[in-house]
């Protein structure tokens, strides 16, 4: 396919696995992948699908998202260049939406800012956790959200029924403006080393994983109930249910994307079988069209 975007340069690819680009390792080719570094573009590969009629998908870190084996039909668009950059200002901070979490965390934390310090140790960046609302037991990204630059309507505050538990912002995010807290760096050290040792505890350190795999029902955890239903540590082919946290799936080499959703569905049904509990996925899980499959 003849891709006329010289702006890109080499930034764009065809048939570009997807496997790559997630940390579960897993999904087909995307009929194009592109990485624009500024708005001027983003828009020219939005009307370059648009023309040809191809769906598009947003990429962030790859961290929470699972792909069919067939892939994708059209294109996904991952930001860097400008969309990596923060500003921070007397009373807010402008962070671009494929700024990786963990690099902001560090450069806010080093000028002792600690607004989105309860979120250490994720994975990801700032779009994407927008777009989940995406959080731990020390807060969520909407605690400190103000406005967002969206694709669709630019610059807008946050509606309050916009952001609910995994559920955030549902338009193309290019950047969002944050609240600033400044706080001592021993206070900001101490909450980091708290949730060090809590994810040391709890969390496999396996790569090829995407974290939570179901979200918690109201008043009870996924993990405990998976456990509880006695999966924890087995296996379907080549993904296996961690030993450390039941709510982690880790795939191994060969693993495909249809393994694991049999796996999800086996561990479901068991679930609501002898729980009477219905689990929902946390992970965003794409068909081929590009479609996001809630159930």
Same mark, same amino acid.
């Given at each position: ?6 702006s890109l340069g080499s930034r764009w690819w065809e048939l570009e696995s997807l496997s790559s680009w997630t940390t579960l390792k897993l999904g087909g080719a995307a009929k194009v ?27 962030? %870190? ?26 921070? *200002?007397?009373?807010?901070? *402008?962070?671009?939406?494929?700024? &990786? ?13 600690? &607004? ?28 400190? *959200? ?7 309507? %630019? ?35 101490? *909450? ?9 505890d709890h969390f496999p350190k396996a790569n090829r994983t995407a974290g939570s795999v179901f979200k918690n029902p109201p008043g009870d955890y996924a993990g405990a ?71």
């Amino acid at each position: 396919m003849n891709i006329p975007l010289e702006s890109l340069g080499s930034r764009w690819w065809e048939l570009e696995s997807l496997s790559s680009w997630t940390t579960l390792k897993l999904g087909g080719a995307a009929k194009v992948l592109c990485r624009v570094e500024n708005e001027n573009e983003f828009f020219e590969v939005i009307n370059w699908a648009d023309h040809h009629e191809l769906p598009v998908l947003m990429l962030g %870190g790859g961290s929470n998202s699972l792909f069919s084996d067939q892939g994708f039909k059209g294109v996904v668009i991952v930001l860097g260049g400008e969309f990596m950059k923060m500003e921070i *200002l007397q009373e807010e901070i *402008l962070l671009g939406s494929g700024l &990786s979490i963990s690099s902001a965390i560090s450069h806010l934390t080093q000028q002792g800012i600690s &607004s989105l310090s309860g979120l250490y140790g994720m994975p990801g960046t700032i779009g994407g956790t927008v777009v989940m609302n995406g959080g731990t037991k020390w807060g969520t990204i909407s605690d400190h *959200l103000l406005r967002v630059k969206t694709y669709e309507s %630019g610059w807008r505050k946050i509606k309050a029924e916009e952001m609910d538990y995994r559920k955030g912002i549902s338009e193309i995010l290019l950047k969002v403006m944050i609240n600033r807290e400044d706080m001592p760096a021993e206070q900001i050290e101490n *909450l980091f080393a708290e949730i060090r040792k809590y994810r040391d505890d709890h969390f496999p350190k396996a790569n090829r994983t995407a974290g939570s795999v179901f979200k918690n029902p109201p008043g009870d955890y996924a993990g405990a109930l998976i456990e509880r239903c006695g999966w924890k540590g087995k296996s379907y082919q080549q993904v296996k249910v961690s030993d450390k946290h039941a709510n982690f799936f880790i795939t191994e080499p060969g693993a495909s994307t249809q393994q694991f959703l049999t796996l999800m569905e086996q561990v479901k049904q068991d679930v609501l079988k002898k729980c009477s509990i219905e689990l929902n996925p946390e992970l965003r899980i794409y068909d081929y069209e590009g479609n996001l499959i809630e159930g």
